[in-house]
């Protein structure tokens, strides 16, 4: 748990006030709670409601203290200090140590004897502190109360009613931390419990928390449910691998499988808290995984040993030396993501090599070159929490990174941090968030920020973005809306303002320090830069005039197989090409190339045409570190131990010693300490970008909002059918003006066209800009790219009634 008091070195002295605990004189901030000040001294007052992050209630009453000058046991949970204040606790009085037995007592009057097979057994406050305050035993002999068990409050929370103590917690954190407050305590004294609605589920991303935080075992989950007793598991600091938030993370291993993860306690990232994808979406981890090396003869692909695979492979990428070009996608740890980086130009020859499995264009690459690569940490989740203003560009923050939905919630409510949301869509997380919506058109974000620019909109946010600390966050979706990633620049230069870049996936921040993008030399070195030349050939152990020069991102290399250009080899790793923007043109230069590399974990449409596949490590089986969106580093270590995967950087180290190339170990301490050898680029840096505005849209067409859900339908979630029950419906939304002005009003679906293909949903009228719809970008039933469209794009919309 979380204990965070401050510390009364941070406070001025007229702010400390003089209590006596058990007879120990200390001095502690004014206000301060009295189990806090407990805590500081080392004294361990029992409770169950209680919870540093959540506001005081007071309901269990497990923590009742004698306060001298007042006749009844107190609450320490929920009693301030003040100056000249005397307690003493169950240690030194009687009269506490009486209340706390009783309350225990009335605790445990209805409370199962489940403990040979409740979740929370041996983990458990209530056994723990029924054994330290309770009675040795029991004055109660009548039946106990039942309920049924358990009942499903979402298709991934479990609830057991009678095994609830009252406490509040769930409640408490679905209400004032994630803002869904759908769990509720219902009826009153014996018949209290923890309820939904009927008609409204626990659907909440942050719903696995709950389980985490409860003292007792009612809330349980599905996936993890009579699945392993604590003492069963061998438990791992980890990072999790879903987005850039950077939550620290606790993963358990049974056997060698994992069985559960939980939010690790991290105060400067994400506290105590995560979000249920990066919670429950592990099944991938050991569920249809590639076993051996493939290699592929007379058109199929069979297994083949490790000197095998290694050997064609070696082969067939010396022969395309200087001809070649890598795909990494963004799930990569930061050191396999510089395997790759340096394996494209000391191996291959290439500096062409992109991370970008999405939306993409030539002008983020030189945003993400002027103002992200090789940056300083910052601005970070502190910054957030102090900022004037956070004007959120392009990022629906609780879809995309849900840590940061979560500190911004909190700074709005606890300090008044003004949020500006500039958005076609007002969505459940902006009103969760108190956030000021500014409405836009897709792909008209450009423009609004150049409004702001010039002073023709919201002078006062103007004013504000020039405030000390004022924050500028970017979604990676403003990728492709020209002109948005350049205004944005010349907005926080002009202002002042930090600016922030947020990626969804966990492995792009990192990856674009490690040089994995042409252009880009580790560090956020330019590729034509002498000197940066110089450093990274010294560390590389290679003549400088030998590096490729900066090469070709994504895109441009697929354009460039398709329209005929001579690349005999690619490279591949972590890339769905479903992802991709061009997925069409991905599909078909794999096609022309004559020889596919695929370095992954699952089969997959890069796979399908591979000449040479090799399995490797996922993120639970080998030891990294993710940089999440401030630019923190977050190393971990393996979880599982034992397993016969290799890591990339190890299986590329096995490639180049193939190819007679001096790559070194690939191991991750060793490419962390190459990385840490390079640092960052301290030169000159590429410009920022200085694209103009376009205007979106065609005339009688509708412009097209999205993003990708939380929860979708991203390979990370494959084969845990609770979790992904718990989706949100893949619907279009659309205003009812706009609606009314197709001939919608009455409409139960819509039908988005283009001329690449349609698509068919429910439609839901919602609070969004005029002209536009809002569709899932890549959900069940909703696969925008395949019909070649994306945020801004121009689509029909027909209607189908009932």
């Known amino acids: 748990m979380t204990i965070a008091p401050q510390s009364p070195t941070e406070v001025a002295p007229s702010d400390l006030v003089t209590v006596s605990v058990d007879g120990i004189e200390v001095r502690v901030p004014k206000g301060m709670l009295v189990i806090r000040v407990a805590e500081l001294m080392g004294i361990e007052i029992p409770r169950f409601c209680d919870h540093p992050l959540l506001d005081p209630v007071a309901a269990c009453r497990a923590c009742l203290i004698e306060i001298e000058g007042q006749a009844k046991p107190q609450p320490a949970c ?53 054994m330290t305050t309770g009675r040795p035993t029991s004055r109660f002999e009548e039946e106990k109360r039942t309920f049924e068990k358990p009942i499903n409050v979402s298709a991934q929370i479990l609830l057991d ?72 598991l061998v438990s791992t600091p980890t990072t999790c691998e879903h987005c850039a938030s950077g939550c620290s993370l606790r993963t358990d291993v049974r056997r060698g499988v994992i069985t559960r993860r939980l939010a690790w306690d991290d105060p400067e990232v994400n506290e105590e808290w995560n979000c249920d994808k990066g919670r429950f979406a592990f099944v991938y981890t050991h569920e249809g995984r590639i076993a051996s090396p493939l290699v592929r003869e007379n058109g199929e692909l069979r297994p083949a040993s490790w000197p095998e695979a290694l050997d064609v492979a070696a082969r067939g990428l010396a022969a395309a030396r200087g001809r070649a070009g890598v795909l990494t996608g963004g799930r990569l ?144 979706r403003m990728a492709g809306v020209p002109g948005a990633l350049s205004a944005a620049a010349e907005l926080a230069s002009s202002t002042g303002a930090r600016l922030g870049w947020v990626p969804r996936r966990a492995g792009e921040r990192g990856a674009l320090d490690a040089g994995a993008l042409a252009g880009l030399l580790p560090g956020g070195r330019p590729a034509d830069d002498p000197r940066a030349r110089e450093e990274v050939a010294a560390v590389w152990g290679v003549e400088p005039s030998s590096l490729p020069p900066g090469g070709r991102d994504g ?114 301490v060793a490419l962390r300490a190459e990385l840490d050898r390079l640092g960052r680029w301290t030169g000159a840096r590429v410009a920022a970008p200085t694209v103009a505005p376009s205007v979106p ?40 003006d706009t609606a009314r002005a197709l001939g919608l009003a009455q409409a139960s679906a819509v039908v988005i066209s283009t001329d690449k293909g349609s698509i068919e949903l429910p439609v839901r009228i919602a609070d969004v800009v005029d002209g536009a719809v809002w569709v899932p970008m890549s959900s069940e039933g909703s696969r925008l790219l395949s019909i070649g469209a994306r945020h801004g794009s121009a689509v029909r919309v027909t209607g189908r009634t009932a």
């Open 78 to 130: 929920a009693i301030a200090v003040t100056d000249g204040m005397i307690v003493r606790t169950q240690r030194t009085s009687l009269m506490a140590d009486a209340a706390q037995e009783g309350v225990m007592e009335f605790l445990l009057l209805n409370h199962p004897l489940d403990c040979p097979v409740c979740d929370k057994g041996g983990e458990c406050p209530l056994q723990n502190q029924a």
């Open 333 to 476: 740890t930061r050191e396999d993501a510089y395997a790759y980086a340096k394996f494209a130009r000391v191996a291959m020859g290439t500096g062409d090599i992109d991370f970008r499995s999405r939306v993409a264009s030539d002008e983020e690459a030189q945003f993400l070159a002027s103002s992200v690569a090789g940056m300083p940490l910052g601005p970070t989740y502190a910054d957030l929490d102090s900022a004037p203003v956070v004007l959120l560009v392009g990022l629906e923050p609780e879809d995309e990174s849900p840590i940061i939905f979560l500190r911004l919630r909190r700074a709005a409510q606890k300090k008044g941090v003004r949020i500006v949301s500039l958005s076609p869509v007002r969505t459940r997380g902006i009103d969760k968030m108190d956030a000021q919506w500014w409405a836009c058109q897709p792909g008209g974000e450009a423009i609004a920020l150049r409004h702001i620019l010039g002073g023709e909109k919201a002078a006062d946010t103007l004013a504000a973005l020039r405030q000390p600390g004022a924050v500028i966050l970017v979604g990676e």
């Open 697 to 736: 849209g065609v005339h009688g067409s509708v412009a097209l909002a999205t993003w990708r859900l939380l929860l979708d339908a991203g390979a990370l979630q494959e084969g845990e059918p609770h979790l992904a029950a718990t989706a949100r419906p893949t619907e279009a939304l659309m205003g009812a």
């Open 555 to 668: 895109q441009s290399l697929m354009d460039a197989i398709v329209a005929g250009a001579q690349v005999d080899a690619l490279l591949v790793a972590g890339v769905e090409v479903a992802d991709h923007e061009g997925a069409e043109d991905l599909r078909r230069a794999l096609d022309k190339v004559p020889f596919v590399v695929a370095l992954t974990t699952h089969h997959n449409e890069v796979t399908d045409v591979a000449d040479v596949v090799f399995p490797v490590a996922v993120v639970a089986e080998k030891a990294g570190s993710f940089t999440d969106w401030e630019g923190r580093n977050k190393p971990f270590s393996a979880a599982i131990h034992g397993a016969q995967s290799v890591a990339d950087g190890r299986v590329l180290a096995m490639i180049a010693d193939a190819m007679d190339v001096s790559f070194g170990s690939g191991e991750v």
């Open 161 to 232: 009613r009678e095994r609830c103590v009252s406490c509040a917690r769930c409640t408490r954190f679905a209400d004032q931390i994630a803002g869904d407050p759908m769990l509720e305590l219902l009826e009153r004294g014996a018949a209290q419990q923890v309820g939904i609605a009927p008609d409204q589920p626990f659907d909440s991303y942050f719903s696995g928390n709950t389980i985490q935080i409860c003292p007792v075992g009612a809330l349980t989950s599905s996936l993890y449910r009579f699945r392993a007793r604590p003492f069963d």
